[in-house]
């Protein structure tokens, strides 16, 4: 399978913990964005990552939230001193820069409850 | 600012049933992309389609049909003679030209459930 993929799937974490996610996007992909997802909503644009350089970050992305992206492969997503309104699904995608399409590749997604 | 809404929070038909999800965005760019997602259960978004601002032309793909209006700022989605497969929850989202990050803005989804 060559397509976008995330680790963990599930996570369940104490309030207060730190934890990580990864996200390994399509290999020829040099465009990586994270999403967040609530229930009964949309995902919503966290941060955006061109090959290794962190481009932009959304507001929603508090000081306790960092995301890397080591030599533009693989990237993860960091969360400090988790709090409950944390919960959500954590969505990563790809897609390729310099075509005309855009279309972005989701991955499976990872959801965080925190407790 | 930006927007997307699918004003239909949840639909639910009879197999066989024709079903329209609809979809009204603002945006102030002239150039900019449309896109519908599926979501099934398991939860990874799947892409449908996309629509450029400048093409107005409606697509058809099997029982899969969109109308693009942009007069009124619409993008609607329709499924012919639905299935049970096709419950899922079904996103549109925009991108603007003007973000040279191409991030997708959502709208809260429709959920569409099919009745066998």
């Known amino acids: 399978d060559t397509g976008v993929s995330q680790d963990p799937r599930h996570k369940i974490t104490k309030r207060g913990q730190n934890v990580t996610f990864r996200c390994d996007p399509i290999s020829e992909h040099n465009r990586l964005y994270w999403y967040r997802q609530t229930l009964g909503q949309g995902p919503e644009f966290l941060t955006y990552f061109q090959n290794e350089a962190q481009l932009e970050k959304s507001r929603l992305l508090s000081d306790r939230f960092s995301a890397e992206r080591p030599k533009g492969s693989f990237s993860t997503l960091e969360i400090q001193r988790t709090e409950q309104g944390d919960s959500a699904m954590y969505l990563c995608a790809s897609s390729l820069l310099g075509t005309l399409s855009y279309e972005q590749y989701f991955g499976p997604g990872t959801r965080l409850t925190v407790t | 600012a930006q927007k997307v809404t699918q004003a239909q929070t949840e639909i639910s038909v009879v197999e066989k049933e024709d079903v329209t999800l609809d979809c009204v965005y603002e945006?102030?760019?002239?150039?900019?992309?449309l896109f519908w997602y599926k979501q099934p259960p398991s939860g990874e978004l799947v892409f449908l389609i996309r629509?450029?601002?400048?093409?107005?032309q409606n697509e058809i793909s099997g029982r899969y049909s969109w109308n693009f209006q942009k007069s009124t700022s619409s993008f609607n989605f329709t499924i012919t003679a639905s299935q049970v497969v096709d419950s899922a929850v079904y996103f549109c989202?925009?991108?603007?030209?003007?973000?040279?990050?191409?991030?997708?803005?959502f709208g809260q989804g429709t959920t569409l459930q099919v009745k066998p």
């Open positions: 629509r450029n601002s400048f093409d107005e």
């Open positions: 945006t102030r760019d002239t150039t900019y992309y």
């Open positions: 989202a925009l991108r603007e030209t003007s973000s040279n990050t191409g991030k997708l803005i």
